[in-house]
């Protein structure tokens, strides 16, 4: 559900993002002659048991796949460790390039696929790792092996790794509300638009901008940068690494409406990165979401 609601809080398709999508739809034959262009960013979920093709596109005919159709919305895998390894490891160069080149002896065709992934996971096969109220029953080899389904480039592509704990049931019932989609969209429209404003361009945002760019123009304060700098050298970040943080700081700065990134925000960058996911200790269930 969580997922799902995601589109709501996402800001609105520009003319120029609106055409893209329909086009997509229409060359994969999804598109309703009598609606006009697609209005709402997309919201896809394939099962855990589809092919690569499905996913990345393919066939003779070569057709968009999953990330394609998901282009400028969300692409969420439930169960993430239930799909094959061989099938996660086709969305690397499409969750870099924002792109999936289809070469056949005829021709190479070329789909957008600049999505946002979206995917939940159970820490273990049984589901009850890290659940104070119903151990887990795995053996640590077992838990291993289906952690390691996530590889550590892909993992280390994935911006934010959230722990979500289990809800009581009294608390189901609760009345108390948080923030709406509506709050929540406001807030991240505004932030868009002060992206937009720095790179000068109505598509332009943090998760596009070069690393080498963004270092040099995300207003990192002094104290925010030594943090940054330190943690990468400790945690032994990648170079990829790096700059996704900085990326997750500077957004964490926009929604907060901070011109510069300080040390908090360098610090909760840092906190969403990924653990060891194939480590046998016992953790909660995770959602990962991109930045």
Do not use: K
Not at 35 to 57: K, Y
């Amino acid at each position: 559900m969580l997922a799902r609601r995601l589109p709501t809080i996402l800001p609105s398709l520009t003319d120029a993002e609106a055409l893209e999508v329909t086009a997509v739809h229409s060359v994969a034959g999804l598109l309703d002659a009598t609606a006009g262009a697609v209005a709402r960013r997309p919201f896809r979920a394939p099962h855990h048991s589809i092919s690569t093709a499905g996913l990345v596109g393919g066939g003779s005919a070569p057709r968009p796949g999953e990330v394609s159709l998901a282009h400028h919305g969300v692409l969420f895998l439930d169960e993430l460790l239930e799909f094959p390894r061989s099938v996660l490891e086709t969305l690397r160069q499409p969750m870099e390039d924002g792109h999936v080149t289809i070469a056949r002896a005829l021709a190479s065709v070329r789909f957008p696929a600049r999505f946002a992934l979206a995917a939940a996971m159970n820490p273990c096969p049984c589901g009850h790792a890290g659940d104070p109220a119903q151990p887990c029953i795995c053996p640590a080899a077992d838990v291993l092996r289906y952690r390691s389904r996530l590889s550590g480039p892909l993992a280390d592509r994935i911006d934010l790794h959230v722990t979500v704990p289990p809800i009581a049931l009294g608390d189901l019932d609760s009345r108390s509300r948080g923030e709406s989609s509506a709050v929540v969209r406001d807030r991240v429209e505004r932030a868009r638009i002060r992206q937009r404003a720095r790179f000068g361009d109505e598509r332009g945002c943090n998760a596009r901008a070069p690393g080498r760019w963004l270092e040099s123009h995300a207003a990192l304060a002094p104290a925010a940068r030594t943090l940054l700098t330190t943690a990468g050298e400790r945690l032994h970040l990648s170079a990829r690494a790096f700059h996704r943080v900085l990326r997750v700081a500077r957004t964490i700065a926009d929604l907060e409406g901070s011109a510069s990134v300080e040390t908090p925000h360098v610090a909760e960058a840092l906190g969403y990165r990924p653990r060891a996911v194939a480590a046998p200790e016992p953790q909660l269930p995770h959602a990962v979401l991109p930045g």
